[in-house]
């Protein structure tokens, strides 16, 4: 195994800085970066489009199974496309976030997306975030980190980002969904988010972006260093 076969998990909660953080790691890394969030966002953003609650087990799945989704990296940054349309700001904005929940929690989707998610990492050299990657996904990943952050410290990075976008919500609103999207996460049936018991935790609370990023680098090198030792003794 050299670099580009490397296989890292990034898990953690909304807004604790995982994406972000796994975007960069997979940069500096030459690994390919997958959000598999955006995924169940994306089937989320369909099913408001088609007016189909989320709440319909059946019927979003369909549109889980039939949904082309695609990543394509543009600098340092990602854009997620929805049968061959950029989404990458629309899957963001409030009105998903207010019924993913539903699309998480619905294990049809869940066993869908995990094999396209397994499938799109299944040769390695990639660096994939969410809440079940570590335990779920790839449980054979070469490196598995679990970031973790305050739900006060975690809501501000939202409310900041739905600043600069121009979304007019409240913290406090900010702060409720982030909380609920905790409970929902940790409490669902299929592949709730959880730390593996091989996962190196960091807290980000009061951690920068680039101190993450850092971090998990060290890992990373840390692990391919050891395996390059391995294979040659």
């Not at 953690?12 to 598999?36: F, H, M, W």
């Not at 082309?68 to 990602?78: A, R």
């Not at 929940?101 to 997306?113: E, G, Q, S, T």
Request: a positive charge.
């Amino acid at each position: 195994m050299n670099k580009n076969t490397l296989k890292i998990a990034i898990d953690g909660p909304a807004a604790s800085g995982k994406s972000t953080t796994a975007r960069e790691v997979a940069k500096r890394l030459n690994l390919i970066y997958i959000d598999s969030g955006a995924m169940y966002r994306a089937v989320t953003l369909k099913a408001i489009r088609e007016e189909i609650p989320t709440t319909n087990n059946q019927q979003v799945a369909k549109i889980a199974q039939n949904l082309e989704i695609k990543f394509e990296q543009h600098d340092s940054q990602t854009i997620i496309f929805m049968d061959n349309e950029d989404v990458s700001t629309q899957i963001r904005g409030p009105e998903v976030d207010d019924h993913i929940n539903p699309v998480a929690a619905n294990p049809k989707v869940r066993d869908i997306l995990v094999k396209k998610q397994q499938e799109l990492g299944k040769e390695g050299g990639v660096v994939m975030d969410g809440r079940d990657i570590g335990t779920v996904v790839f449980p054979d990943a070469d490196l598995k980190v679990f970031m973790q952050a305050s739900a006060e410290e975690r809501a501000k990075r939202r409310y900041d980002e739905f600043k600069r976008s121009g979304v007019p919500i409240s913290f406090e609103k900010v702060l409720q969904e982030i909380l609920t999207r905790d409970r929902a996460d940790t409490t669902r049936m299929h592949g709730p988010l959880k730390i593996a018991k091989d996962a190196f935790i960091i807290d980000t609370t009061a951690l920068s972006i680039e101190g993450q990023i850092k971090k998990v680098i060290a890992l990373a090198l840390k692990i391919q260093e050891k395996v390059i030792l391995k294979n040659t003794n």
